[in-house]
Each structure stands twice: as structure tokens, then as C-alpha cells.
């Protein structure tokens, strides 16, 4: 609870030195995060029914001076119970610096904007869905990215500039721990082809956003790459060997989000340009599309809240994409959609929490639940358990995919 | 300067209070009406900007304690009622660094963000202002920033002396949605600020009770510096304290914004 000042000596000999002030704090969080398959089936003969046990001690260090200067680093310590190995993952370190209408910030940092909830459309950044499907706690969901961020505020309107040189992409369940649908599964040759560190491959976001009669509203813009990997065969007939590579994107969008309809209404849209398959004539590279959502939280009575969203995902070149599917291979529908919806209820002075996520798919008929339970047993303790469920009429689908990794989980966690 | 604002500010308030439901109030009801107006902008309002550092310590009725510290701003919107509130929380460890904006208008529900740092996430929230705990506390949202004045209807019951100090007891009956069914305030005949207050439930029997247990002068104006809101049927309490509070603190109306939520005003927030 109480800050811990290492520093605390380095900080009053500065003080000494000089009139500025530097507070240092360190801060951070011990956790036992453990998450078991419940459906019995095994990746490989020899592996075992848990899809994550691991320790994270996670330390964040940070300070500021008087000037406006920030610096923060926030590292993860693990020990992989699992792949029995110990690792390190520097999840942020940035150093910022206020000037004016200026916001600068340099270095690895942990982006988000869009009004979806666990649905992203302008927000681009990139993000680890295993850490999301094996139980992580939600701030995992998010990975950091190395880059540059300007912000400037005026009272016009605002405006965030990223400049991403180092390409990162998303997490997704791997074959390690993971079932999930890999229609070329016999190909085990395998190369990664990722976007080099080239200048001319920075990526490029932009957010310009304003108060527009008590609702905020935004304007989004990405050049870069798809983060999700795409495959490429050697030979359509005999393939031997599958690439994965991430092709070109460009992400052009609005949101919007208000109070209305006693609580708060959020629109998002976007259009998603595949640039490597302007024809939408390559099966293998995703499609350009449009994406929309709707949605509506509320809170029906004390400390419950409940939220429902529409999404959609519309894909342009359909009738090209239909005629290039090859034969045997799952076809997408034009319109895939997704009902979500969160429920929230805090108990007892808020020390309880119990939650309930859920996606729905009316086209791809698939879900995926997130029911949890979390509780504050004092201010530094906490105990949650929950589960992730998948199903689904096919194994091809986005949930339906994962129905064999049906998990509980349990994370036990001290913050200091 | 300031007092001549407040004073006009009073003065109109009361001429549009008179204008809109004047006509159909008793003389007591106005005058109860107008305590309230008083009480609230020496409760809520006073001093222009506001900066204190806050901490609030939660006891459950076995003992068990939690404690929120957090830094508060609040700005007077010029011309009307509305109110900003910037909140930055040192902790406990696990909301540090997270920051909590509210803009407050008097006839309709609040806006809120939350900003969520482990996420890079500034989230607006739905929560009701009147019936939603305040961060787990015993302090609905509506207890800390004030009830719009015409949610509920008043009537000065009688005055009397409450810790050696002449009060109005007025009582407010809720005309729209609240979270009791009448509230009892011992208001102070000179400061205007509530001394104590009573909530009734649905069955009209006693569950809250707020008291102000310290009043300073700080920069000439009475504040109260704790408070301790007690939940008389759980057993559990919140005492909430001010300190390092200062007014009429150079910030502008645009401060209180996204920016301050990702990049909080260094200065202020210490």
C-alpha cells in the first residue's frame, strides 16, 4: 500500500543539488496466475491439462519532475510453469515530456482508443488474445509497441500522432497449448515473414478528436499492417511450406459517445483497406471491409451495470473472395456479426466483483463466455476465479475454433 | 470580486428558483429552498477552484479497514451551475495512477470518464449519480458532488441548537429517483454548511447518518476538513479527510479534460 522509496536517498540528494524535485516510486504486483483445459483433451500426448501456471512478479518504477518530465518502466519477472522456463517481458518503459499544448511520449507504451469494449476496430494496436483466452487479468490484453506519440491539445480539437517503426503483432493461442483451426495443420514447415524494421514499413496512427455537444467524438487514421497473420503457400497444389506474414492495412474511422438513453451510448465504424489484395481475389489474405458497432451501458440499479453491443464486420470483395475459396476450404460469410454483452455487479462495498462477458455470433453461430468472480480480500489481496467457454456449430469459426480449450482459472495477487 | 459573483450568482438562482416554482411553494418551503441553495454553494461550490488532497478510510462494522487517497480538483463552469471534478488516486496500489472526471450538470445525469493506465484506456462510465457508491465507499457519487436542487422538495422543520451551534433542520423529500426517502440536514445558521444529516430508507427507518467532525477556516472560509458518513445498519463507515486544500487555484475550465486524465497536471496532483 504505502509507496515504497528506494530512491528515496538518491531523490533528497537530489533535492539537495538542485530545486528540482524528482519522486521516484516503485510499485508493482506479485501474481499466481493458473488456467486448466477442463475438456480433457491434450495438445500432445505428453502435455498436460494446464494452459497456464505461471508467478509474475511485475515492477513498475516511475517519476516526474517539476519541469513536466515523466519516466516509467513496468517489467514483468515469470516463471512458465508450463514451458518450465523463467522470462522477463518489458511491457513499458517511456519517458514523456509536457510542453505547452504538448504531449510528447517515446518508447514502449501501451496504446488504446475506440469506444468498443473487448471489440476494436480503430484501435489498432497490438494485443495478445492468449493472455485474454487462458484467464490473464484484462491489462494483458494490451502489449506495448515501441513508437513515438505526440499529442497536441487545443481548443478546437486534439490531436494524437503515433510513429511505430518496430512492427509488433497481435498474440495469438499458439500450437503449443492451443486447439484451434489451422486448415493447412499437415504443413509443419513453417517460416514467419514479419514486416522488417524499415523505415519505409513505420506505421503510422492518427486520432483527431473533440467534445461535439457533450459527446466526444473522433476521427481515426492508420497506415501499417495487419496484426492478425496471414498464410501464404509455396504451391496452391503441393504446398510445402506455409509463410506467415502480415499484409498491408490501412484503417480509416469515427467514433462517437455520449450520455443518451439513461447511459452511455457508443457508435464506432471503420473501413479496413486490405492493400496487399485491393481485388479481393487471394482467399489467404484478409478482405477489405467495413466494421461497425453499436452499443449501450447502462447501470439498471446500485453497483450494476450492463452493456450490450452490436458489432459487424462486412467484407467488400465477396464475390471474388467466393470464386478464389478453394475447394474444401470453409467459406466466410459477407456479413459476420456479434452480439456482446457485460453484466457487472460489485457486492459488498465493491469487494466483490461478479462479471459475466459474452460474445455471440448470430452468423458464424459461435460464442465465446467469460464468466468471473474477483474478490478484494484487502487492499493489496485479491483472489479471482473464472472461466473461458467456447462453442460453436463448426470448428472453423472465430470461437467456435477453441471449443476444446474450455478452461477455468484462478489469479491470486498482491500489489504493493 | 469573487463575492460579488457568488452574490449575483445567489441572487439569480433565488429569482429563477421564485420564477419557476415560487408561485406554488409556501413561504416556508421557500425559504427552506433557499437554505439549501445557500448550503450548497458553501458546501460544493465555495472558493472557486478546489484542490485537496483526500483520504478516505473505510471500516466495516468487525474492524477491517481500507483507505482511498487521492488528490481532488473541482472547477466552478462560469455562468451556471456545472462543475468539473478531476480526481488523481495515489492509491490503494492497485487503482493507482488512475484518474476520474466528472462533469457535473445540474439537471441531468454526469458525465464520467475513467482512465484506466495498464490499459492506455480512457472509459466513460454509467453510473447512476444518485444510487452508485463512490469508489466503495459510503458516499453515493450525489453525496460528494451535491443533488441537483430540484430533485427533491424541502421544508424547514424547525431550528435548534446542534453542537453549540444555532442550525436550520430542514427536511428533503426526493421528487425524482434517490437513494432515501427523506433526509434530515442540521444546516449552520452562519457557514451554511450541513453539520449533520439523517437518510431514511424505503421503510422509513434510519440507515445513514453523515456528520462533519472538523471545520477550519481556510483561506477565510469555513471547510469542512473530515467527514464520516456512517451506514447505521451495516455498521460500516467511511471518514473522509481533507488536507493541503487550497482555492481559488490557477486552472482554466479546459484543464479539466482527456489530457489531464492521460497526463495529469504534475503541479497539482503531488
Do not use: C
Not at chain 2, 485537496?52 to 451551475?81: F, Q, Y
Not at chain 2, 427533491?152 to 424547525?158: E, G, N, Q, T, V
Amino acid at each position: 500500500m504505502r509507496p515504497v522509496h528506494v530512491f528515496a536517498v538518491l531523490a533528497s540528494l537530489t533535492t539537495l543539488a538542485g530545486d528540482i524535485v524528482y519522486a521516484t516510486e516503485l510499485h508493482g504486483f506479485l501474481l499466481g496466475n493458473y488456467a486448466a483445459r477442463v475438456t480433457g483433451d491434450r495438445r500432445r500426448p505428453t502435455s498436460g491439462d494446464f494452459l497456464l501456471g505461471e508467478e509474475r512478479l511485475q515492477l513498475k518504477l516511475s517519476g516526474s519532475n517539476e519541469g513536466g518530465s515523466v519516466y516509467f518502466a513496468k517489467a514483468d519477472f515469470f516463471h512458465d510453469e508450463v514451458a518450465g522456463q523463467n522470462d522477463l517481458d518489458l511491457r513499458e518503459a517511456y519517458l514523456s515530456h509536457s510542453a505547452g499544448a504538448f504531449d510528447f511520449t517515446v518508447g514502449r507504451q501501451i496504446l488504446t482508443w475506440g469506444v468498443g469494449d473487448l471489440l476494436f476496430i480503430n484501435d489498432v494496436f497490438p494485443k495478445d488474445y492468449t493472455s485474454l483466452f487462458s484467464g490473464r487479468p484484462m491489462e494483458y490484453l494490451k502489449r506495448g509497441t515501441t513508437g513515438f506519440k505526440t499529442t497536441l491539445t487545443t481548443e478546437i480539437a486534439s490531436a494524437d500522432l503515433i510513429i511505430m517503426p518496430f512492427f509488433e503483432p497481435n498474440r495469438l493461442p499458439g500450437s503449443d497449448r492451443f486447439f484451434f483451426y489451422d486448415p493447412f495443420s499437415s504443413i509443419t514447415n513453417r517460416v514467419e515473414n514479419r514486416p522488417r524494421h524499415d523505415l519505409a514499413n513505420t506505421e503510422l496512427a492518427l486520432r483527431l478528436y473533440r467534445p461535439i455537444l457533450e459527446w466526444d467524438g473522433a476521427l481515426y487514421a492508420y497506415r501499417g499492417f495487419f496484426r492478425d497473420p496471414a498464410m501464404q503457400l509455396d504451391s496452391m497444389t503441393a504446398p510445402t511450406q506455409v509463410t506467415i506474414n502480415y499484409p498491408k492495412s490501412s484503417v480509416y474511422g469515427a467514433s462517437l459517445q455520449g450520455n443518451a438513453l439513461g447511459g452511455v451510448v457508443s457508435l464506432e465504424a471503420g473501413h479496413l483497406d486490405s492493400r496487399d489484395d485491393n481485388s479481393g481475389t487471394n482467399p489467404l489474405m484478409p478482405n477489405s471491409q467495413t466494421k461497425y458497432l453499436v452499443g449501450h451501458q447502462r447501470s439498471l440499479w446500485t453497483d450494476f451495470t450492463a452493456g450490450l453491443q452490436y458489432y459487424g464486420e462486412y467484407m467488400h470483395q465477396y464475390d471474388s473472395y467466393l470464386a478464389n475459396v478453394p475447394a474444401g476450404f470453409p467459406s466466410q460469410d459477407r456479413l459476420r456479426h456479434v452480439l456482446a454483452l457485460r453484466l457487472t455487479q460489485l457486492l459488498k462495498y465493491q469487494t466483490w466483483r461478479l462479471s459475466w462477458f459474452s460474445f455471440y455470433s448470430p452468423s458464424d453461430k459461435d460464442f465465446y463466455f467469460i464468466p468471473e468472480t474477483s474478490y478484494r480480500v484487502s487492499d493489496e489481496f485479491s483472489v479471482t476465479m473464472g472461466g473461458n467457454v467456447f462453442g460453436g456449430a463448426k470448428e472453423t469459426t472465430s470461437f467456435g475454433q477453441f471449443k476444446r480449450n474450455n478452461n477455468v482459472y484462478v489469479n491470486m495477487r498482491y500489489d504493493f | 470580486m469573487r463575492t460579488n459573483i457568488f452574490l449575483k450568482g445567489l441572487a439569480l438562482a433565488t429569482i429563477l428558483l421564485s420564477a419557476t416554482i415560487g408561485t406554488e411553494l409556501r413561504a416556508e418551503e421557500r425559504d427552506a429552498t433557499i437554505i439549501i441553495k445557500k448550503m450548497q454553494q458553501a458546501f460544493f461550490y465555495q472558493g472557486g477552484i478546489l484542490r485537496a488532497r483526500v483520504k478516505m478510510s473505510l471500516t466495516t462494522s468487525d474492524g477491517n479497514k481500507r483507505l482511498r487517497e487521492l488528490t481532488m480538483l473541482r472547477i466552478n463552469v462560469p455562468g451556471g451551475e456545472d462543475q468539473r471534478y478531476f480526481m488523481y488516486f495515489h492509491g490503494p496500489a492497485d487503482v493507482r495512477r488512475m484518474a476520474f472526471l466528472v462533469y457535473k450538470y445540474p439537471n441531468k445525469e454526469s458525465d464520467r470518464w475513467l482512465f484506466i493506465p495498464d490499459l492506455g484506456l480512457v472509459q466513460r462510465m454509467a453510473s447512476k449519480d444518485a444510487s452508485s457508491s463512490f469508489v466503495g465507499s459510503d458516499f453515493t457519487y450525489e453525496d460528494v458532488s451535491g443533488r441537483n436542487i430540484g430533485a427533491d422538495s424541502y421544508k424547514l422543520i424547525k431550528e435548534e441548537t446542534y453542537e453549540n451551534k444555532p442550525t436550520f433542520v430542514i427536511e428533503s423529500t426526493p421528487t425524482t429517483a434517490a437513494a432515501y426517502k427523506r433526509k434530515i440536514s442540521w444546516i449552520d445558521q452562519t457557514a451554511f454548511l450541513p453539520l449533520k444529516e439523517e437518510f431514511y430508507d424505503v421503510q422509513d427507518q434510519l440507515f445513514k447518518v453523515f456528520t462533519a467532525d472538523e471545520i477550519k477556516q481556510v483561506d477565510g472560509l469555513p471547510t469542512i476538513t473530515k467527514r464520516v458518513m456512517k451506514n447505521v445498519k451495516s455498521g460500516h463507515q467511511t471518514l473522509v479527510e481533507f488536507a493541503e486544500i487550497q482555492y481559488r487555484v490557477p486552472l482554466k475550465v479546459e484543464d479539466f479534460s482527456e489530457r489531464a486524465l492521460r497526463n495529469p497536471p504534475k503541479e497539482w496532483i503531488k
